[in-house]
Nanobody, 130 residues
Framework: QVQLVESGGGLVPPGGSLTPSCAAS????????IGWFRQAPGKEREGVSC????????YYADSVKGRFTISRDNAKNTVYLQMNSLKPEDTAVYYC???????????????????????WGQGTQVTVSA
């Protein structure tokens, strides 16, 4: 059974850091692109970052570029999203997602993140507040 489980969210002050993780089970994470998305109350879901399976290309939304870093640990079947210099506007539920159907090259590149991923985790809350 395919499962994605996010953890590592929390409450941090502005300027703080968090590193949510996305643990996969039921499949080998290193073979597939993984995306991180977020959704704040009253706002549409936003693609934040992704890492491709083919060449390790990474994508970052302009709003997080230079502050967030995505990485994968294939031995632990886990993807991480290191978030530094957090701002109140980063407050949201963060989700990881993957897809087995769409051609891998169409899921994630340095300039693009696919938004219709097939499998989603339950999300982890990130709150940035003083």
């Amino acid at each position: 059974q395919v499962q994605l489980v996010e953890s590592g969210g929390g409450l941090v002050p502005p300027g703080g850091s968090l590193t949510p993780s996305c643990a996969a089970s039921g499949f080998t994470l290193g073979y597939y692109a993984i995306g991180w998305f977020r959704q704040a109350p009253g706002k549409e879901r936003e693609g934040v970052s992704c890492i491709s399976s083919s060449d390790g290309s990474t994508y970052y939304a302009d709003s997080v570029k230079g502050r967030f870093t995505i990485s994968r640990d294939n031995a632990k079947n886990t993807v991480y999203l290191q978030m530094n210099s957090l701002k109140p506007e980063d407050t949201a539920v963060y989700y990881c997602a993957t897809d087995f159907t769409v051609y891998p090259g169409q899921l994630c590149s340095s300039t693009y993140i696919y938004t219709g991923y097939e499998y989603w985790g339950q999300g982890t809350q990130v709150t940035v507040s003083a």
